[in-house]
């Protein structure tokens, strides 16, 4: 297996396009203060015939944790393996899961956590493939100069279920400090730091990277200052699409492999892609994907997957009486089958 590096309660979000264009166009200087345009394939491709539309979602602002879908987009890997993706984005993985709840997207990247806590709530939902390590940054104001100073101060999340909380939860205890942990959309966390109703906030790249300028922040630490190597986002698809179209489902997850294994094999056009992608100055896109890791082969770690249910559990994200065999629990949201069978 090759590492390579460039190093997410459960309500919807609704005008999400419109969120993204608001959210950069107001970062800024150097930024794109205009639509984003779509990375599409050619034209041509939509004619073809036997193109089987899927409504696949990504979050708002983390091109390099989708690097993979995002770079068959751009490349036609997608329309060549018979496919278009119909793309949506949220705010939140946990906005993403229920997405999936409601049958509005069949699949979509996004962290682990909210997808293993909406698997605990019931939601029929598995993972398929890894899509990234690491890649999140916390964000500390001018007057943190040292973990420390965030002890009883507020520290902006993604929400509960996400993986950047938990890595708060973790930060807090190498630190042993305590922090309270502000639920907000990924948008707002640049104004609020600002206006100094946070003390700072953690969240994926290159988002963290692309408000530093209107929040007035720095990076006080990465993901892999947190926990190295920890698994991030992932290829998550509905039970219901997996088992309703597997022919579809076995091409969706062909046409990941194959855009992540372009991606970190021409890392300077993914730089390209995510720049184009999240509305970016292009030496932005490429310092923030320095602390993004990628895969290949993208399987999931059970270990690592484990560990996170364990540490929602002893956060009491988790009641400890509904997962009470962690391993088995992670061996039934997990399905590495599909991605072994294409990557072998």
């Not at 060549?80 to 984005?89: C, M, S, T």
């Not at 922040?217 to 699409?241: M, N, Q, W, Y």
């Not at 895969?295 to 009486?321: C, H, S, T, W």
């Not at 009470?324 to 039934?332: G, I, L």
């Amino acid at each position: 297996m090759k590492m390579h590096s460039f190093c997410d309660c459960f309500e919807p979000e609704t005008g999400t396009n419109g969120t993204r264009r608001k959210f950069l166009g107001a970062l800024g200087a150097g930024l794109a203060a205009t639509a984003i345009p779509e990375i599409v394939v050619p034209k041509r491709a939509y004619a073809q015939a036997g193109l089987k539309t899927l409504p696949v979602a990504g979050l708002i602002g983390a091109a390099a944790h989708n690097a993979a879908l995002e770079m068959a987009r751009a490349k036609g890997i997608v329309e060549a393996n018979g496919l278009r993706i119909d793309p949506k984005e949220y705010a939140s993985g946990a906005n993403l899961i229920q997405a999936i709840a409601a049958g509005d997207i069949v699949a979509g990247v996004c962290g682990t956590n909210p997808t293993l806590l909406g698997r605990v709530q019931g939601v029929d939902v598995k993972i398929l493939a890894n899509s990234n390590m690491e890649g999140s940054v916390l964000i500390a104001g001018p007057d943190i100069k040292s973990p420390k100073d965030f002890n009883g101060r507020k520290v902006g999340t993604p929400g509960i279920a996400a993986i950047q909380d938990t890595l708060m939860l973790l930060y807090e205890k190498k630190h042993a400090i305590k922090t309270e942990h502000v639920f907000v959309k990924v948008t707002d966390m640049p104004t609020l730091l600002r206006n100094k109703e946070i003390a700072g906030y953690i969240v994926w790249e290159v988002t963290g990277h692309a408000g530093l300028a209107m929040g007035g922040g720095r990076v006080l630490a990465t993901s892999k200052d947190i926990r190295p190597d920890h698994e991030c986002c992932a290829l998550v698809a509905s039970g219901k699409f997996l088992r309703s179209d597997p022919d579809a489902a076995l091409r969706l997850v062909r046409s990941f492999a194959q855009g992540l294994k372009h991606a970190v094999s021409n890392r300077e056009e993914l730089v390209q892609v995510v720049a184009k992608r999240d509305g970016l100055e292009v030496d932005l896109a490429r310092k923030a994907l320095t602390n993004v890791l990628y895969k290949y082969p993208p399987l999931n770690n059970p270990a690592d997957l484990a560990f996170v249910v364990q540490a929602l559990i002893d956060a009491d994200r988790i009641e400890r009486g509904k997962v009470p065999n962690v391993d088995r629990f992670v061996a039934d949201v997990l399905d590495n089958t599909m991605i072994r069978s294409v990557t072998a």
